[in-house]
């Protein structure tokens, strides 16, 4: 989950200006960010992006790095009272959450959103200690396995996220690239976009949203979360809905390679990105330079 701004440099991982909205990111109210909130609302006044998504880590396995670090109530009366303080000047802030699914735990987490409204909500899968990714297994895990199956329980477990229809959003889709590289690479995995398809007619199925996460851009995957061009094939397969957000867990990767993350989505076909504010949810244009004039600022999209 860490954030590491110093990953590779780039163009298009630099911070954007005029966007509408980065509807990703972590506050010291996660684990693994130190940032107060109202950093973020200083740099969106600053940068021109009018909406921000504060979407802090909750985990749902004991012992996992968020699970029980600060209560839903302290976490929503934060953020509200941030939103409250920077509405008056221009600055939307909606309280969302990502929540690291975790089959085992599928009906806890059940039972949270049930009991808890976020504005918007992120479900994605993360790599922890017990994983066959982290850094202390993954060269054994790798060796002598097919591409196929060594993405294997990353890309099944984001499956049964996207199929539990808990989440707006699925987050970071190909994660995985971060840990597996240098053994297996951004181009091998490009290499293989079958692996893929799975997961991209679930989400065409169950109308959840893609995310286009802009972290990789900062990190040695060197492009989003997934790659333009899976965006661009989940849009042929049917896709309608899409995100982007820049994951920040720092200062200086607020609205990090979003103009990428927004340029990524529009190249692909999508004129609008998915986001709820706690309602239905709501397409939010992509500014004319990304897209065809004339098309509505918003539109009310049926919910999941």
Same mark, same amino acid.
């Not at 597996?180 to 799975?198: C, K, R």
């Given at each position: 989950?860490?954030?590491?701004? @110093? ?13 509408? *909205?980065?509807? /990703?990111?972590?506050?010291?109210? +996660?684990?693994?960010?130190? &940032?107060?909130?109202? #950093? ?17 880590? &909750? ?10 670090? #600060? ?10 009272? !941030? ?13 969302? &959450?990502?929540?690291? $699914? ?13 009991? /808890?409204?976020?504005? $918007?909500?992120?479900?994605?899968? /993360?790599?922890?200690?017990?994983? %066959?990714? /982290?850094? +202390? ?10 591409? @196929?199956?060594? &993405? ?11 199929? +539990? ?13 971060? $840990? ?15 692996? $893929? ?22 990190? %040695? ?15 042929? *397969?049917? @896709?309608?809905?899409?995100? !982007? ?20 989505? !529009? ?16 397409? #939010? ?10 098309? %509505?600022?918003? !539109? ?5």
């Amino acid at each position: 989950m860490l954030d590491h701004a @110093g990953g590779p440099s780039s163009e298009a991982a630099a911070p954007a200006r005029d966007l509408p *909205l980065d509807s /990703h990111l972590h506050t010291d109210l +996660s684990p693994d960010s130190l &940032v107060p909130i109202d #950093v973020y609302g200083a740099a969106a006044l600053e940068r021109s992006i009018p909406e921000i998504a504060i979407t802090d880590h &909750v985990d749902f396995a004991p012992g996992a790095p968020a699970f029980d670090f #600060v209560p839903f109530a302290d976490r929503e009366r934060t953020v509200r009272e !941030a939103a409250e303080r920077w509405a008056p000047r221009g600055v939307a802030i909606r309280f969302g &959450v990502e929540i690291t $699914y975790d089959a085992r735990h599928e009906a806890t987490i059940r039972e949270h959103l049930a009991r /808890h409204a976020y504005d $918007y909500v992120i479900g994605s899968v /993360h790599v922890y200690e017990a994983s %066959p990714y /982290h850094a +202390s297994r993954v060269g054994a895990w790798v060796a002598s396995r097919a591409l @196929g199956e060594i &993405v294997a329980p990353y890309f099944d477990e984001v499956l049964r996220a996207i199929r +539990s229809g808990l989440f707006d959003t699925i987050g970071h889709l190909d994660f995985v690239k971060r $840990y597996l590289h240098p053994l297996v690479t951004a181009a091998d995995l490009a290499a293989a976009p079958e692996l $893929y398809e799975p997961l991209l007619v679930a989400l065409v199925e169950t109308g959840v949203a893609l995310e286009v996460n802009t972290s990789g851009l900062r990190q %040695p995957a060197g492009e989003t979360y997934p790659s333009a061009a899976i965006v661009e094939r989940f849009k042929v *397969l049917g @896709g309608t809905a899409v995100s !982007a957000g820049s994951d920040a867990h720092s200062a200086e990767s607020f609205a990090s390679g979003l103009e990428a993350g927004y340029r990524a989505a !529009a190249a692909a076909g999508f004129e609008t990105l998915a986001f709820r504010r706690g309602g239905d949810r709501v397409a #939010v244009s992509l500014p004319d330079r990304f897209r065809r004039a004339g098309e %509505p600022n918003e !539109a009310v999209i049926p919910p999941l």
